[in-house]
């Protein structure tokens, strides 16, 4: 053997080197197909599996998904209202950041989506459902390779949709004719090569509230669980704003809603049977996943845009900065990614939902999101930390009864504050007082953690300009029309 001749023969050592790389490298991650599943208005305690949930719920395609995934139980929206929550998952941004800060704020010329940043990573993008940004708008948006949505709130029965630009009138409950388009569209990516991405926002369950004709009654003889601050006594109001008592005779309060066009009990049971047909989309998704072995390619993500009150401090809707409105649930499911079972107590909020699925993808983006990843969360790495975020909501000429409201809420306290308005502000103790009935603004133990609290949310605002939020002309008030 000649003597320059070694035993890697003719390759030479810097290709064996890359050789020799190449096989000790991890291989590179494949990307996962993401679905993304956003309802509207879902309560956070109204899955069946939750202790907090009234008794006779049912929520099984809910509970499975719980049961072979991870419950991110402290899941929060920063503004609890249709349009910016939705764009906030979207862009990753506060409300204040982003401009859409109502339902009908135009969307500002130069705003990015992360399924712009998705397509750019390889990824087939679709969305399918409610739009509502820019409040009459239905047309493409950029991002999105297929595009299904309706104008505004949309309807529940044999809706009008806008199916990549052209206008087609659809028999079916919007539920179901939703959750079809969304299984039609994955039927066609599930052999091509690209990983997937699909945005399924359904308009369930927003007011006014109208269940599947197969649920109609489903719920019709149930026991109401009526909340303990729905009482309308005394020590319930004790330390509450002027503004939440007042309410509670409007459009949003328990005694007058909708104008009186509405009786509680019915109302609570219409929302309850409503979202029956949502479960029932979770289901068919799933089963579809499992069906075509892509299961174990895929995270799913259920979500609601907001949460909704249901007599708690005698009022419904969301909007305001209480717990219920505030709070929304959230699902992860991913098989062999995702323990079954797990739970997730770290808060997690819908401005996390981008940069999480980014991260998944492996894509990079150039909107400057205020939301970071929890991918490590979700893979079971509950870091314990305490993420303090701030809450917004600004005053809208359709509903007047509700203030523009900041808030900054962590693990332990919530303080309140009331913008424009001449009304006390709100500190509450998560840990000993869970349904916030004991405003402790003016208890001097916890004068410091209200100095504290109120300094930490008014730096937040001034650091990001947060007051430019411009004075707009309505167009129509509470009752000229019915939302749906």
């Known amino acids: 053997m000649n003597n320059n001749t070694h035993w890697y023969g003719n390759f030479g050592p810097l290709a064996l080197f890359?050789?020799?790389?190449?096989?000790?490298?991890?291989?590179?991650?494949?990307q996962r197909n993401v679905v993304f599943i956003l309802s509207d208005d879902h309560r956070y305690d109204f899955m069946g599996f939750m202790d907090e949930a009234p008794d006779f719920l049912s929520t099984p395609a809910l509970d499975r998904m719980a049961s072979e995934g991870m419950h991110v139980r402290n899941a929060f929206v920063t503004t609890s209202l249709c349009s910016p929550s939705r764009a906030s998952?979207?862009?990753?941004?506060?409300?204040?950041?982003?401009?859409?800060?109502?339902?009908?704020?135009?969307?500002?010329?130069?705003?990015?989506?992360?399924?712009?940043?998705?397509?750019?990573?390889?990824?087939?993008?679709?969305?399918?459902?409610?739009?509502?940004?820019?409040?009459?708008?239905?047309?493409?948006?950029?991002?999105?390779?297929?595009?299904?949505?309706?104008?505004?709130?949309?309807?529940?029965?044999?809706?009008?949709?806008?199916?990549?630009?052209?206008?087609?009138?659809?028999?079916?409950?919007?539920?179901?004719?939703?959750?079809?388009?969304?299984?039609?569209?994955?039927?066609?990516?599930?052999?091509?090569?690209?990983?997937?991405?699909?945005?399924?926002?359904?308009?369930?369950?927003?007011?006014?509230?109208?269940?599947?004709?197969?649920?109609?009654?489903?719920?019709?003889?149930?026991?109401?669980?009526?909340?303990?601050?729905?009482?309308?006594?005394?020590?319930?109001?004790?330390?509450?704003?002027?503004w939440v008592k007042q309410q509670r005779n409007s459009w949003h309060g328990v005694d007058f809603a909708y104008h009186g066009a509405m009786d509680f009990d019915q109302f609570y049971r219409r929302y309850v049977e409503t979202l029956m047909a949502v479960d029932e989309s979770v289901d068919q998704v799933m089963n579809f996943l499992k069906t075509n072995d892509l299961e174990e390619d895929t995270l799913v993500i259920y979500m609601g845009d907001n949460g909704f009150l249901l007599?708690?401090?005698?009022?419904?809707?969301?909007?305001?900065?209480?717990?219920?409105?505030?709070?929304?649930?959230?699902?992860?499911?991913?098989p062999g990614d995702i323990s079954p079972g797990s739970v997730l107590q770290s808060q997690v909020r819908n401005i996390d939902i981008a940069?999480?699925?980014?991260?998944?993808?492996?894509?990079?983006?150039?909107?400057?999101?205020?939301?970071?990843?929890?991918?490590?969360?979700?893979?079971?790495?509950?870091?314990?930390?305490?993420?303090?975020?701030?809450?917004?909501?600004?005053?809208?000429?359709?509903?007047?009864?509700?203030p523009t409201t900041f808030a900054i809420r962590n693990d332990r306290f919530k303080y309140i504050y009331y913008h424009g308005v001449w009304d006390t502000a709100e500190l509450y103790d998560l840990k000993s007082d869970p349904k916030e009935q004991h405003n402790l603004i003016d208890v001097p133990a916890y004068s410091d953690v209200v100095r504290s609290m109120s300094a930490r949310l008014f730096d937040r605002l001034e650091e990001d300009d947060a007051m430019r939020v411009p004075m707009r002309r309505g167009h129509w008030q509470a009752g000229e029309r019915l939302l749906d």
């Open 18 to 30: 890359l050789l020799f790389f190449v096989a000790v490298s991890p291989p590179v991650e494949a």
């Open 89 to 242: 998952i979207l862009t990753g941004r506060y409300a204040h950041n982003h401009g859409i800060v109502d339902n009908t704020s135009p969307i500002p010329e130069g705003t990015q989506f992360f399924a712009e940043d998705l397509r750019r990573a390889g990824y087939s993008t679709a969305f399918i459902g409610k739009w509502h940004m820019g409040e009459e708008n239905d047309e493409p948006q950029p991002g999105f390779d297929h595009w299904v949505s309706f104008e505004g709130q949309g309807v529940y029965q044999d809706p009008h949709l806008n199916i990549n630009g052209e206008h087609v009138q659809q028999d079916g409950y919007i539920t179901d004719l939703l959750t079809n388009h969304a299984l039609d569209w994955m039927r066609q990516q599930k052999d091509k090569e690209a990983p997937f991405f699909v945005y399924l926002s359904h308009k369930a369950v927003h007011a006014e509230f109208k269940p599947a004709s197969r649920h109609e009654g489903g719920y019709g003889d149930v026991d109401i669980p009526y909340p303990e601050s729905m009482a309308k006594t005394e020590s319930n109001y004790d330390g509450k704003p002027d």
């Open 311 to 334: 007599g708690e401090h005698g009022l419904i809707d969301k909007r305001n900065a209480y717990e219920e409105s505030i709070r929304v649930p959230m699902l992860a499911w991913a």
């Open 355 to 402: 940069p999480t699925i980014l991260e998944l993808a492996g894509a990079g983006t150039s909107i400057p999101m205020d939301g970071r990843s929890v991918l490590s969360l979700l893979r079971g790495n509950d870091e314990a930390e305490d993420r303090e975020f701030l809450y917004e909501y600004y005053w809208e000429h359709a509903f007047p009864h509700t």
